[in-house]
């Protein structure tokens, strides 16, 4: 069965501090890994996307790394601000191929960054 | 450049009432999702659209949700009758796809239903 699990389900940290979200797929064929970021009462917003062939993508303080044969991804946030509090999701996209690719939500992790 | 466009942004109704979504894609994408989010859930893809054909609405339960989208460019969300399971943020995103390559998807802000 196609799944994406993310760890821990929620984290508090303080500012400036870093921190590491995990996450872990079992969705085969894959084609590509995305972290999005949810603030409260607003969609999601794409932060970075990693095909099979890349193992770190960099969007500002946001490192995604992946590994394509443990199935595994982490989202590092690197000094973390207030306006990083949010819910962080991992989504997979696979299974059919192409454009009809099935996206597989993960059930994010609620980061919350105090003062 | 405008992104996704929802409304209404909040919708309080009772059970057995219908209710209506609407989404304005970004111009130029083809693709159009509607997604259902609980608490504390990811997205769950109810439908989807390529251009104004629905190509995977496998997850939409048809006994009391409905969605078109005529045109091909904006598209209304139906549930009739709305039960009170149905109380959760309902999702709309849209995205390019080109060649067969899906590109990312930009969401909208959601729509917040309350059944009561």
């Known amino acids: 069965k196609n799944q994406v699990e993310q760890s821990p389900q929620s984290l508090i940290i303080l500012e400036g501090k870093n921190c590491t979200l995990q996450c872990n797929y079992t969705v085969s064929p894959f084609s590509n890994l995305r972290w999005y970021k949810q603030d409260t009462g607003r969609g999601p917003v794409s932060l970075t996307i990693m095909t099979f062939s890349e193992n770190t993508k960099s969007n500002g303080r946001y490192t995604a790394t992946l590994d394509a044969d443990t199935k595994q991804s982490s989202l590092h946030i690197t000094a973390s601000q207030l306006s990083d509090s949010a819910s962080y999701i991992c989504v997979v996209s696979g299974g059919y191929g192409g454009a009809t690719n099935k996206l597989i939500f993960g059930t994010g992790t609620l980061l919350a960054v105090q003062p | 450049e405008a992104g996704v466009v929802q409304s209404p942004r909040y919708k309080i109704i009772e059970k057995k009432q219908p209710v209506a979504f609407w989404c304005n894609p970004i111009?130029?994408?083809?693709?159009l999702y509607w997604y259902l989010q609980n608490l504390g859930q990811g997205p769950e893809l109810l439908i989807r659209y390529e251009n104004e054909e629905a190509v995977d609405d496998s997850q939409l339960p048809k006994d009391r949700f409905s969605a078109e989208r005529l045109k091909g460019v904006d598209s209304t969300l139906k549930i009739q009758p709305a039960e009170l399971g149905d109380s959760a943020v309902y999702l709309c995103?849209?995205?390019?796809?080109?060649?067969?390559?899906?590109?990312?998807?930009?969401f909208g802000p959601g729509t917040r239903l309350t059944v009561l």
């Open positions: 111009s130029g994408h083809n693709t």
């Open positions: 995103a849209s995205s390019l796809v080109v060649g067969g390559l899906t590109d990312t998807q930009y």
